[in-house]
């Protein structure tokens, strides 16, 4: 009798044991499928150099002032460490995210895409990064939707010829074309160039635009052109991407001058007014860049002012502000 007693638990419990593997499947499945219907977000970033990657990782050496101002050297800084710790792996690699992804097509250079982390730059390899890689962190946290950012920028390009926008007189920039183009193609072919997003629905959630250096130095033309330009851009893009309202972050162009005098006041300003529009001003907004400059002799590139000087930290503060603009646009909508 004690033997049945004891076959009877033993198939009790064995039963008990599937039936919490079923549930737990069951409850899995749920889970997933919850995922798999949230949609794709895409954000593009567009502008130039300074948006294209200059940010120095780990370069050392004589070119690169002995390493200061890099990536790896805030991590080497205890009291910096903090600020970028969601950065690294336990082991010293630069993390990968599995939920936000890039799509860059350089000039004349073979495409980069794959998951966020260092190395979607114009030169390749995994020695620099830019904006792109604290932004995405910025919008993954908040986001629950797979995320893919779509780099649109290209260096030494203005808005006033380059990026100018069909609403402005004149002919239309090639890189205005070329913009709206890539970005197009990144929704029409999300399926082959990231297959693990296959399947899910496509949402354009935002537009960044950090640029500025060419029409700051185009006295005649960029320089008064540029407000009405900027304005131009966020319509016509809304228009041409057909998502009206689409939240528009505008970065002030961080530059080494913090108090520029003259005509880089002018554009900063320019740049600040636009959202304020009463057109732009529940789906725009500017984001303050300027305090974010080191000095150059702590920076990795010191003779490189129109690149920030290759400051990690500054190009780290700026992604992140970027990030931060978008997320508040983003409240602002969801509240509507």
């Not at 002030?252 to 007014?273: C, F, H, N, S, Y």
């Not at 150059?296 to 990030?323: I, K, M, Q, R």
Request: hydrophobic residues 35%.
């Amino acid at each position: 009798l004690l033997n049945h007693y004891q076959e009877f638990f033993i198939v009790r419990e064995k039963c008990i044991y599937w039936v919490i593997l079923f549930v737990l499947g069951i409850t899995s499945s749920i889970a997933v499928a919850a995922d798999d219907s949230l949609p794709v977000k895409i954000f593009v970033l567009a502008g130039q150099s300074n948006m294209e990657v200059q940010a120095v990782v780990d370069l050392s050496g004589k070119d690169y002032n002995e390493g200061r101002g890099t990536l790896l050297s805030l991590w080497s800084n205890a009291e910096k460490r903090t600020m970028i710790q969601h950065l690294r792996n336990d082991d010293g690699t630069w993390r990968q995210r599995d939920d936000v992804f890039v799509h860059y097509q350089r000039e004349k250079a073979p495409l980069l895409k794959g998951r966020l982390g260092v190395g979607y730059a114009v030169y390749g390899g995994t020695h620099h990064f830019c904006p792109e890689l604290q932004f995405g962190h910025v919008v993954g946290d908040y986001l629950d939707n797979p995320i893919v950012l779509c780099k649109t920028a290209w260096g030494g390009k203005s808005l006033y010829q380059d990026f100018r926008p069909p609403s402005s007189t004149g002919e239309v920039g090639p890189y205005y074309t070329k913009m709206i183009q890539q970005v197009k193609q990144v929704q029409q072919n999300l399926a082959s160039e990231f297959p693990e997003l296959a399947g899910r629905k496509i949402e354009l959630a935002g537009f960044v635009w950090y640029h500025g250096w060419n029409d700051g130095v185009s006295r005649d033309r960029g320089v008064p052109e540029y407000e009405e330009n900027l304005a131009n851009l966020i319509r016509d893009v809304r228009r041409d991407l057909n998502a009206p309202g689409l939240p528009f972050v505008v970065g002030e162009l961080t530059g080494p001058w913090v108090d520029a005098p003259d005509e880089w006041e002018i554009l900063r300003k320019a740049q600040a007014d636009v959202p304020k529009r009463d057109e732009f001003r529940d789906n725009s907004i500017f984001v303050a860049t300027r305090t974010f400059v080191r000095k150059p002799e702590d920076s990795p590139n010191p003779g490189h002012g129109h690149h920030e000087f290759g400051n990690a930290e500054t190009y780290f503060l700026v992604g992140d502000a970027l990030g931060q603009g978008m997320v508040s646009l983003l409240e602002n909508k969801k509240e509507k």
